[in-house]
């Protein structure tokens, strides 16, 4: 594995950057590069909340996140890098995002339900010599129904409740399911 982070499992990791070590062979990368310019949920940091009526052309940046469309345009490039890479077998994943329109749409929306996980979370696969997932233990997630009769996956649920502080949700947002894995 390859992480600017530590593992969390037994095993060889390489903890640094990804692109010192992408030309040193490999025959299969399966990459999960950061979503988090790339999420929809966060659009509304890209510009300036009193330019709503104005072209996009002329918006400015939103004052919290000024360098928010750069990050973008940055983690583009980190993913085209990767999907790019002279390795024969590539899987990259991220949830539906607008690497959709920014890069291409991808090769298949799986579930993590489709593999026993008892959770729902729309993952996108772009794949390079690779065939599609096939589902092997199709479950039907736990759900939780609000007040007002909207449903949501249990798992998103309890991922909703976490603090955003300190990065717990998205630490918890960005798991990798096992029957997947």
């Known amino acids: 594995s390859c992480d600017i982070l530590p593992t969390e499992s037994e095993g060889l990791h390489y903890q640094g950057d990804v692109l010192d070590i992408l030309e040193d062979g490999w025959d299969l990368m399966i990459g999960h590069p950061p979503c988090t310019y790339f999420a929809v949920s966060g659009n509304a940091w890209f510009y300036h909340p009193d330019d709503k009526h104005l072209p996009k052309e002329e918006k400015r ?12 345009e940055e983690a583009l490039e980190f993913f085209k890098a990767l999907y790019n890479a002279d390795i024969k077998y590539i899987a990259l994943e991220n949830p539906v995002s607008t690497l959709s329109s920014l890069f291409r749409k991808p090769n298949q929306v799986i579930q993590p339900y489709w593999f026993g996980d008892d959770a729902e979370k729309k993952t996108c696969l772009w794949l390079k010599n690779l065939p599609l997932v096939e589902k092997t233990n199709v479950i039907e997630p736990t759900r939780v129904t609000t ?22 949700r998205a630490h918890a947002r960005n798991k990798t ?3 997947l894995a």
């Open 61 to 72: 940046p939103h004052p919290k996140h000024p360098n928010r469309r750069q990050y973008r």
């Open 147 to 168: 007040g007002n009769g909207t449903t949501y996956s249990k798992w998103w649920w309890d991922t909703c409740l976490l603090p955003t502080k300190g990065g717990v």
């Open 177 to 179: 399911f096992p029957g």
